[in-house]
């Protein structure tokens, strides 16, 4: 088998300009979805209104719109309010704020979003999350008891930070840094933040008027031991009833998806029970609470009530900032839900002021359970051991310590795994499948044969400051493991091809790197032969010279003609015979 | 062209067990040199000598010393200790110690690593900044001037946790960390580094007394400037001809390598001449301040000195901290220079009580003139504009901010850079080299042909939760623009090839995301072939069941093998014509 010259040839053009590369890099990285190429190549009109559909989509769709859908989403529109109203009565008593104020959030997010939203997602799980790390943080400085109207200012000004950190975020196209939020990292918050809030509906569920501004698991269950003498059985009694009701519903779907509408009416189904119960049997009189004072009417706006006073900015700036991190993925339901809910706001309001708490506990602890994905905890384990120590450590920092501290640490953990990765690449040894010309990883293809005196490792990307000094000391590695192996003295390697096909970035310190290794091997007598570098590989070594170090000549476009190149020098270097010894992997 | 049933076999067999990979990873991660490899299958006796000789090598070279060696290490002690006087002295002046303890400093540390160290670097650089750093960072508590021995204490503290770290690195295998220090960083770092230290130097070349203890350009050059009428001309014509002897010996050094040791006596020269000059000349009184008080003998340990008094802890920590991270690539000379040194302390200190101060200076700042790499910056530049950016920010934010800000804003950079790395993964479509199997990407070799109806992607590495939301759109992007180039209606994409041969690592949101990209193509019609998953990804695969749901059949070990399946599927389906179309690469 003599060398043919017909191998297919590496490209050494120039390089392209650095701005070119620059705008493509910041295309990637800003811009992944391209949401621009839709106006490229249109009249200035045409592109005009493009525009003003891709940032208010309501015009994208308002002209299609017809009767048909409307009469869905009138349908639609009645089971979500049917879910909104015990839900928002709900998260409000999650966040200490009046129960209205979690109502008018169903009324006028909804609207704004109908016109300005693209996703059609419900994402139930960080509404609550967010209630509770709005109100976890600023009660640090502020609790709803001592000082109602403060906290209430506080709030309405985080929440305000809020949007402009989404706002300012979705303009700068910044969601890549959610992108660091992770499944499992979510799974994990998920799960925690459940239990937590499940902890604080102890309070309602028992009945009991004294309680922690704490969240974690060992302070609540303290709180709620410490003041036992406050537990109500008539209450309990109620609130496991409605419980037991809840999660009767959600088994049922499980079991037929179709009876999904049962489970999504059981809230208002329970809120209604509630308030009849405590307007007919007067459970006030028996120490069941009940939420109180629902004005009817729509309240005027609150934006003369944000509070910028620098003694409270740390706390309203820090809750905004994490609850927009954790809410970004958050969307919610479309007009006819806003309208519903005006309508409720409008006329039904003091109905619901009957309701009795644990009837609201009970419907926030059933979504909460409903929130714990043992299943994916448990493929986590199963599948990646790593996922799932960033879950736990979400989960267990969360309860245990705080909301915040919990999804810091997973996210830190998370990080370090990437950077780990990208300071210790995968390297492997590869072997020739027998009767083709593919090389694979030996360890993966135990049948694939190695070439005797030619050592072929494929390089893991990126090659970087961060991994080089690794890089060299593991090629040295694999050249001293083969020596050893073959150690009979006929077999010393005398050529290592590096595959970099996989290779898809280098720094500067990653190429010097590579021609210490091409030295070091020089001084064994070893001969490297660098495959397939790509295109950003590639005009890295052009520009720093690196090719020409090497030699133009050590570079192939595929192993099969680095090897062919390598056994003609080696027959012509040691023996006559034609073919070279082929030898099984190990 | 039908389908050939020798398409080669992916390997669909068992995981391997998680203490497997776990064992293999964190040798991987903390042993990359494999340092136990010379252990292995040997005798207990043998291998607890081997061990030995491993941690302390003394013992490894000490029984081939013979004389003739030794007679080059006394001509090469000669030569370090006349580097090492002058040196001891200016750097302990540097950082605001006695210059006896700097003449120690030569003595103790070379003993030390002669026994227990194994690399042979002499780092002049490194150890200046350290130098400065300790008495920049513990001058903010305690000044030299206020309160010497405290100060002195609190320098011998730092050292002593400098010392305690880097111990604890080397124990715990945590080299990993400085990895994370780039080529890039260091040049910025040395450069910014030796800026700082000349301007420190204009003290002394000035012959003045009053001085800040800020080390940015701005503070030193507004001190320089604002105590003007203390500029004494004698001293400055001293210093610039010490300065101009030792540049142009320099000089002479880089034109002939052979007169290495012109160079390398130049400061013992200095020094000497200096000597000479103050003694004879009295020239205290022409204002040229000298270092005085140089006692004779060895000083007693240091131990009984360290301070961990709470009040000054923070700062003794960070020192030591730093600087440990810093002098971490640094080590030193040997058992010749150490006893020379000591000959020298014995005897001939008092000698160097007389030696200029401008003198020093000169020194200083001769040594740090050679560390700026202008060369390798412009380099930078050329071949890497983000590496040129890290370093400048490192050599922008020492000479204007302050040392650790500067370090820390540029390791921020380089560790930004390689998580964007991991966030945006680089893919690219690949088409057939003529003549060829091979498939490469077609903005590289332009005049790679691409297939009808498939569509080859290859996919960066890794494939992980901050990535996979990229991944989806560029893939749904890939798809949308090659269907808006062949509008024709006859080509639309039928068949999209994941090339994995690349991808060293998946997570689980990762194989999620391939599950949803799978969902999304099925809705399109577009049917979705794996290729070469490697053995990490491919046990994700198995264990999360994603084989299953793909269908094995979807597997491939290569994509010419893929390419005919396709193709035969699109006959089957599409066309009588036996041989579809084949267009040229846009």
Known sequence: MAVTSSTHKVNFGDPRKFVTTFKSKCKETLFPDDPFAQFKNEKPSLRARKALQYFIPIFEWISTYDFKMFRYDVLAGITITSLAIPQGISYAKLADLPPIIGLYSSFVPPLIYAIFGSSKHLAVGTVAACSLLISETIERKVTAKDDPTLYLHLVFTATFFTGILQTALGFLRLGIIVDFLSHSTITGFMGGTAIIICLQQLKGLLGMKTFTHKTDVISVLHAVFKYRKEWKWECAVVGIIFLAFLQFT????????????????????????????????????????????????????????????????????????????????????????????????????????????????????????????????????????????????????????????????????????????????????????????????????????????????????????????????????????????????????EHVLLDLSGVSSI????????????????AKRIKISLINPRIDVMEKMILSKFTDIIGKERFFLSIEDAVEACRFSLQRDQKPDPLPDISAAS
């Not at 001293?480 to 073959?486: F, I, N």
């Not at 720094?507 to 020089?522: A, K, P, Y």
Request: hydrophobic share 50%.
């Open 250 to 493: 959600r088994f049922l779907r499980q079991r037929n998806p179709k009876l999904f509408w049962v489970s999504a009416i059981a809230p208002i189904i329970t809120v209604i029970v509630g308030c009849l119960f405590a307007y007919l049997a007067k459970a006030e009189s028996f120490g069941i609470q009940i939420v109180g004072n629902l004005k009817r009417g729509l309240n005027p706006s609150s934006l003369h009530l944000l509070n910028f006073d620098p003694e409270y900015l740390p706390f309203t700036l820090k809750a905004g900032i994490i609850t927009g991190f954790v809410a970004l993925a958050t969307a919610m339901s479309n007009i006819v839900m806003a309208i519903f809910m005006m309508l409720v706001l409008l006329f039904l309001a003091p109905v619901f002021s009957y309701t009795p708490l644990v009837a609201l506990s009970a419907i926030i602890m059933s979504a909460m359970l409903g929130l714990i994905d043992y299943d994916e905890a448990i493929h986590l384990f199963k599948v990646d051991k790593l996922d799932f120590c960033i879950c736990m450590v979400c989960f267990f920092g969360v309860t245990f310590i705080s909301m915040d501290v919990g999804l810091m640490l997973s996210v830190g953990l998370a990080l370090l795994r990437a950077l780990l990765y990208v300071a210790r690449p995968a390297t492997c040894k590869l072997g020739k499948i027998p009767d083709s010309e593919l090389y694979r990883d030996t360890e993966q293809y135990p049948g694939s044969i190695l070439i005797s005196g030619i050592l072929v490792l494929q390089l893991g990307s990126p090659i970087y400051f961060a991994n080089c000094n690794y890089l060299r000391e593991r090629i040295l590695r694999w050249i001293r493991d083969e020596e050893k192996l073959s150690d009979s003295g006929s077999n010393t390697i």
């Open 507 to 522: 720094d500067m310190t990653g190429i010097s790197s590579l021609s210490e290794i091409n030295r070091i091997l020089e």
